[in-house]
């Protein structure tokens, strides 16, 4: 398993400004990946964010509104960028295959 | 069509007795089948797994089931605690890859 932490716990931001969350893994991790929860909904997956490469985007997502980082084989950050209320969600990170090991998310609240 | 259904959204059962938790799926071709319990503020956590090749697989109170012909997969939690109230899913990758789809999951509250 792996001990995964987010940055922020929780933020509340204003329209049209941009959030950093980051994403820190206690080992070295090939495969990441960041999801979305949105009031009421389910998980959905944003991107994957492998070391060495360009993140991958899942069908409905942008890199210009969701631009992700991979310096290194244990930390990763999503920037929500130009921000809506729409984009109030938990914000998760997750590491692994098969198995896979999620942080404990970041809530943002956009008024 | 790799839709994952979870057809009831919540189930409440008393402590001591059985949590049966139900999935469907329509596509054959997963070599592994897993279950997530989420509670509310927190990230999915991972809870059992089972392998295509077998119908069952058992860790302490945990049960998974898994019936190849009928194209379903079930948790059964025995005996069922307050602590296990939480968002139960069963998540499909895509094919070929580890990302996974998540449905909307089934709420079980454990009453004391």
């Known amino acids: 398993s792996a001990v995964i932490s987010q940055k922020p716990s929780r933020d509340i931001c204003q329209r049209g400004t941009s959030l950093t969350i980051q994403c820190q893994v206690d080992?070295?991790?090939?495969?990441m990946f960041w999801y979305r929860q949105q009031p009421g909904q389910s998980l959905t997956l944003i991107a994957t964010?492998?070391?060495?490469?360009?993140?991958?985007?899942e069908s409905g997502f942008v890199i210009d509104k969701f631009p992700i980082s991979r310096p290194n084989l244990t930390f990763s950050t999503l920037t929500v960028s130009n921000m809506s209320p729409e984009d109030s969600s938990i914000y998760l990170c997750s590491v692994g295959s098969r198995e896979q090991y999620f942080g404990p998310g970041t809530r943002l609240t956009v008024l | 069509d790799q839709q994952v259904k979870q057809n009831s959204p919540s189930l409440s059962v008393q402590e001591g007795r059985i949590s049966i938790l139900n999935c469907d799926y329509t596509?054959?071709?997963?070599?592994?089948f897993l279950w997530y319990k989420k509670y509310p503020a927190e990230g999915p956590t991972f809870l059992i797994s089972i392998s295509s090749i077998k119908d069952k697989n058992e860790d302490g109170r945990f049960t998974v089931f898994l019936n190849k012909s009928a194209k379903h997969l079930s948790l059964h939690i025995v005996p069922s605690q307050p602590g296990d109230s939480a968002v139960y899913f069963c998540p499909r990758p895509t094919s070929g890859t580890y990302k996974y789809i998540f449905g909307t999951g089934t709420r079980l509250k454990v009453l004391a």
């Open positions: 964010a492998n070391q060495g490469s360009e993140a991958t985007y």
């Open positions: 080992s070295q991790v090939t495969m």
């Open positions: 596509n054959s071709m997963f070599d592994y």
